[in-house]
């Protein structure tokens, strides 16, 4: 799974880039995928030869640039000193383990909040949210605190994605073999034909067995296939 992917209009399918990161719910036949994105919330179809397995070993909200998996406690606040007031970022909680903190420079103190993972969803201020990033845009636009909002993210080195260019011509080959693949899987299901597909990036999904144990989804509902799905795509 090496390629990033541009939707068709009018269809199921889901637009995405390197980095994504889905929980598939069902396979729907001929290639194709029912998912969420993680990072966007978004369910619709994806192509099974463009995500591989995620290691289980991955926080799936690696996904955000704002999320800090592997930083400490002094080294979030060391960071958010230098970076100055209004920035912000969110680790993994030391003293909750599965629940998450989130840092934040206010005023030349830093103050963290919990945020507390509930099933599939997060908890923090009383509310309840479908995802991390929900927590983030909510309190970018709403004060957290009186008097302030969350202003700069404090993105991981290296998190900014970039556009995927083959290494050498071999490299290049295989990314064509999976397009044409796609375009037949598309064909053969009576799909429009696909055009604008972009050659970047790499992508991941989880594997269907992690799905029922109902940890780190962002939605878990499981999904039947919507009538516009069955009329246009499937026929």
Known sequence: ???????MPDT?????????????????GNGWLWVTAH??????????????DLDDSIDPNTVFPWFHPNCTKNEAVDLLVKAGPGSFLVRPSDN???DY????HINNQIQRFRI??????YLMGGRIFECLDAVINRYRKEQIVEGYTLQHPLVVDGS????WVPENQKAKSEAEKIYATLRECRDQAGLKKMRGIKHQGYLHRKSE???????????????SRPSRFEEDAWY
């Open 1 to 7: 799974a090496i390629l990033p992917y541009t939707k």
């Open 12 to 28: 199921d399918e889901l637009t995405f880039k390197k980095g994504d990161i889905f929980f598939v719910h069902n396979d729907m």
């Open 39 to 52: 990072r966007t919330g978004e369910q619709g179809m994806i192509f099974r030869e463009l995500v591989e």
């Open 96 to 98: 909750s383990p599965g």
């Open 101 to 104: 903190s989130l840092f934040f």
């Open 116 to 121: 507390e993972k509930k099933g599939v969803r």
């Open 160 to 163: 900014k994605q970039l556009d």
């Open 209 to 223: 067995g992690e799905i029922g144990s109902g940890e780190n989804l962002c939605h878990l509902e499981r999904m």
